[in-house]
């Protein structure tokens, strides 16, 4: 028995001095640097666990849009069917595809002073939402981003995964259309490039096929497909985009 605490205290007088340092420098260290976490707003910090539940709290609570088929007369097209989605604030909204990827998306700090009213629109789902996002602006209450009505702006909001076309892709893509008698373009706005088609296809609810504004940028975590309607303009098309890339925080 006497032995062993002899062992014992052969072993601390050695232990001690080596591992009393390392002890004070990891001790020291982590006052200094302490551990990362991940970071979705200045005043909040959450591991990706506490991110994910909170987004899902988040998306349950919007409005429930069943699926719907827009009535287009048949002779113009049929079979298109609109997925379910769900109806949130547009403040709920930007905040899910924060909380999904750890980047706040972009969204305009301009707008025309007649749209007071904004949605945000999520397609449903049984678990966690996907991360794509229907941001709408109009001058009445936004019922659904797409059918019985026209929305003034409407952007869409989707990580593109790592595929973004480099700015030569871009110009070769406009050049293209040019030639094929679209009014296409290319802008660089901050270090942005941005792809401009002013008369983009698109259908009004009675079917007609209608031109508008369109435009397509990329940053490093979403692609945003942008479009404005009658009354809006190419000009206001791009005042929305100057004010997303110039004045985002």
């Keep these: ?52 539940k909170l987004a899902l709290e988040l998306f349950k609570r919007g409005e429930y849009i069943p699926a719907t088929s827009p009535n287009f007369p048949p002779e113009v097209i049929r079979g298109i069917v609109i997925p379910p989605f769900r109806r949130l604030s547009l403040e709920d909204g930007i905040k899910i595809m924060e909380l999904l990827t750890g980047k706040k998306p972009m969204i305009p700090k301009w707008i025309p002073r007649s749209l007071r009213y904004s949605a945000a629109f999520l397609p449903d789902s049984p678990g966690l939402p996907r991360v794509l996002v229907i941001v709408c602006y109009d001058d009445k209450p936004i019922s659904h981003f797409y059918g019985k009505e026209i929305i003034q702006v409407s952007i869409e909001i989707a ?91």
């Design 159 to 249: 990580t593109h995964h790592g595929r973004v076309p480099g700015s030569e892709d871009l110009k070769r893509l406009v050049e293209k259309e040019r030639k094929s008698g679209k009014p296409a373009e290319l802008l660089k706005i901050g270090e942005i490039y941005v792809y401009i088609c002013k008369k983009a296809r698109d259908l009004a609810p009675n079917g007609n096929v209608i031109r508008i504004p369109m435009a397509m940028l990329w940053d490093d975590t979403y692609c945003y497909t942008m479009c404005v309607r009658p009354p809006l303009t190419a000009e206001d098309l791009i005042r929305v985009v100057e004010s997303m890339i110039l004045e985002r925080k």
């Design 1 to 52: 028995m006497e032995v062993v605490r002899m062992r014992v205290r052969l072993v601390l007088i050695v232990m001690i001095p080596i591992l009393l340092p390392l002890l004070l420098y990891s001790l020291i260290y982590n006052l200094i640097y302490p551990p990362r976490e991940l970071s979705y707003s200045p005043k909040e910090k959450l591991t990706r666990r506490e991110a994910l």
